[in-house]
């Protein structure tokens, strides 16, 4: 039986035919490629649904490790202006104190936040890079259709049981729904491209910050011989 409404989560297909004769092989495989470009496009649009607030949840776990971050960036700088290590233009003359144990403490809390937002970060950037992929291998997929299927059925359409105004018809609407999907993908985009420049921000200062947190501990451990043989004085990088 000719299949005349195609129901479908993107969209209903509908067809039309000319006359009651069979379908011919190319008229059947023409139908199951157009319902396989909207099996593909509803795919991506799920996963576009998806990952939007995906990227929210991880930007908002990334304001969470900044916060952790500047916690311990302020006190690195103070052990530093304390210790004399800083450069002079920032050694601000005062009376300055650490407790035993608070830098490794406040590390310690950078560590687990970071690594929380990591599990929560790596698979939201992974299904990022699969999607936009996705998408961007779709209009090569439709190009195909359009190559091997549409353009033969339109100059063959004598011969074609499907009536091409119908299916011209319906394959509009299918743009209509590209063109949805098509700002859900640009929105998507700027999203992570917003997020992503507070992420190499972070990822950068933190490298740097780490430099100054090991330049601090073996100043500590060689100087002032801080931790040694007493495990709640002791410093160390995890």
């Known amino acids: 039986m000719k299949p005349t409404v195609i129901p479908h989560p993107l969209k209903r297909i509908h067809f039309k035919y000319h006359s009651e004769a ?41 304001a969470q490790v900044s916060m952790a971050f500047e916690k311990l960036r302020t006190l690195i700088l103070r052990s530093e202006r304390m210790f004399g290590m800083g450069p002079s233009d ?35 950037h992974k299904k990022f890079n699969s999607v936009y992929e996705q998408f961007a291998a779709f209009d090569e997929k439709v190009e195909h259709f359009e190559k091997e299927f549409s353009g033969p059925l339109f100059r063959n359409q004598d011969h074609m049981e499907i009536d091409t105004h119908c299916f011209d018809n319906d394959m509009n609407q299918f743009r ?52 040694k043989g007493n495990k709640e004085n002791e410093f160390g990088l995890n």
């Open 90 to 124: 920032e050694i601000v003359p005062g009376v300055y104190s650490i407790k035993s144990g608070e830098i490794q403490a406040a590390l310690d809390e950078f560590q687990a936040v970071r690594s929380s937002y990591w599990d929560m970060m790596v698979p939201m």
């Open 22 to 62: 069979a379908l011919s092989d190319f008229e059947k495989a023409f139908i199951d490629q157009y319902r396989q470009l909207h099996d593909e496009l509803a795919s991506i649009k799920n996963q576009l649904l998806y990952l939007a607030p995906d990227i929210i949840l991880v930007d908002t776990e990334l």
């Open 176 to 227: 209509v729904e590209w063109v949805g999907v098509a700002h859900l993908q640009d929105e998507c985009l700027d999203d992570f491209s917003e997020w992503a420049k507070k992420q190499t921000t972070l990822v950068n200062n933190s490298d740097a910050l780490f430099v100054r947190i090991k330049k601090l501990f073996h100043y500590i451990e060689t100087i002032q011989q801080l931790g």
